[in-house]
């Protein structure tokens, strides 16, 4: 007669049971595989670029119709000459072409997986120009980046500065179609002592003390031609210099989960900052954020849909002040800074803007410079 133990460990058999298999799927089980396999990691840290350092970023990227249309739609850029075939004809494009906005946002992304996907966040970028546009859709893209320079950040030890130069080029034909040099914040693999970026009093001194005065008058031009600008800073100027021409834009665009994730991930944009909302909720933003070049586009739509845009000639000192994140609202402030008989068509005039993009609590979110061309009333 066989007995109870007996049958528990051999089934009677006299051989010893299978082991049983891992639930490789109980919670506490797949917890502890979870805690000691290694992470195969994305991206670089901080320690990973020197100066000098070229970086040819794969994939690539096709520059496409519903790639631009998504993203201006989206951005609220409704200049008629991208949209439309007889508007583009009018401007002396072939077809509606690719809008810099997007080219810009797409050079950008492509970069993202090498340069900034550990977390980095995007603080600023200059000297943003487009010496290949028109681009139509159909090209593609060819991305590389060459490390400017390498900064420790004195305010946070777990941070440093790195800027890039980057370069889009038709791939076909190796022109140059966008170029920019760019700012991020990227996290360190080991954080380091830093001076921890106090403010002094003769720092506090240098910015200013109590701060400047506004001018008086603020002059908004009467429409949004390049006679306007002109008419209105002439106005300013008449005025003992007290005053500016400056003045906000009516729109607002709430931040939602097209504008926070689905834009960036368009454009091969991998930073967590814009769609993983777990590793975002342990970083000095604590959530997602909107993709700079969002923030900016949005604000950049607002004040050309008050202007007879001509053509972008390029960006400058273009800075991001603090997060936007979803439920966010981005509206635009413009200061017309001069204006130049100089275009390269006789049908537009050549204006120099200062933007500043805000948020629902008047908080500046990002500002820059912008020289654009601009439709002449009398062409
Ligand atoms: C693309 C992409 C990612 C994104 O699009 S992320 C979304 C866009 N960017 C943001 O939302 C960042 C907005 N900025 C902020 O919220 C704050 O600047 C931030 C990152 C929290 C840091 O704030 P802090 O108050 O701690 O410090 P500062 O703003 O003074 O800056 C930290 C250090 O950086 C230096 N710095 C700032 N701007 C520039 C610049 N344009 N060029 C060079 N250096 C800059 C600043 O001087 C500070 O240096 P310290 O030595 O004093 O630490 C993507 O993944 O690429």
């Not at 891992?22 to 290694?38: G, H, K, S």
């Not at 100066?51 to 989206?74: F, K, V």
């Not at 944009?269 to 954020?289: E, L, R, W, Y």
Request: glycine fraction near 8%.
């Amino acid at each position: 007669m066989t007995n109870e133990s007996q049958r528990d460990s051999d089934n009677g058999s006299g051989e010893q049971p299978e082991p049983r298999p891992i639930d490789w799927t109980d919670p506490d089980t797949f917890a502890q595989a979870l805690d000691q396999v290694e992470t195969k990691e994305k991206g670089n840290y901080f320690e990973d670029f020197s100066e000098g350092d070229l970086l040819e970023h794969d994939p690539g990227l096709t520059l496409t119709r519903w790639g631009n249309e998504s993203w201006m739609s989206q951005t609220l850029n409704h200049d008629p000459a991208y949209w439309r075939v007889d508007a583009a004809a009018e401007r002396g494009f072939d077809e509606p072409p690719i809008h810099p906005d997007y080219l810009t946002a797409a050079t950008l992304g492509i970069t993202v997986e090498d340069l900034s996907e550990k977390g980095g966040y995007f603080l600023g970028r200059t000297d943003v120009r487009f010496p290949g546009t028109p681009v139509y859709a159909g090209t593609e893209l060819h991305v590389e980046s060459e490390v400017v320079s390498t900064a420790t950040s004195s305010s946070r030890p777990e941070f440093g500065i790195v800027t890039w130069r980057t370069r889009g080029t038709d791939a076909e034909t190796g022109d140059v179609l966008c170029s920019y040099e760019r700012t991020n914040m990227i996290p360190r693999r080991e954080p380091v002592a830093t001076d921890g970026g106090s403010t002094t009093a003769a720092d506090a001194e240098e910015n200013g003390g109590d701060g400047p005065t506004l001018p008086e008058t603020f002059v908004t031009p009467a429409g949004g031609y390049f006679e306007d600008f002109v008419d209105a800073l002439e106005t300013a100027e008449g005025d003992d210099e007290n005053a500016a021409v400056a003045y906000r834009h009516e729109r607002g665009r709430t931040q939602d989960d097209v504008t926070v994730a689905s834009l960036p991930l368009a454009t091969l944009n991998t930073a967590k900052q814009h769609h993983n909302i777990d590793v975002m909720a342990d970083s000095p933003s604590g959530d997602i954020v909107t993709y700079g070049d969002v923030t900016r586009s949005t604000a950049l739509g607002h004040a050309r849909s008050d202007e007879q845009t001509w053509r972008e000639v390029g960006f400058d000192d273009e800075q991001f002040h603090t997060f936007v994140a979803a439920g966010d609202t981005v509206y635009a402030f413009t200061r017309v800074l001069d204006a130049e008989d100089d275009a390269a068509t006789d049908a537009a005039g050549t204006v120099r803007f200062e933007h500043i993009a805000f948020n629902q609590d008047d908080e500046p979110v990002y500002s820059g410079t912008r020289t654009a061309e601009i439709q002449k009333r009398t062409a």
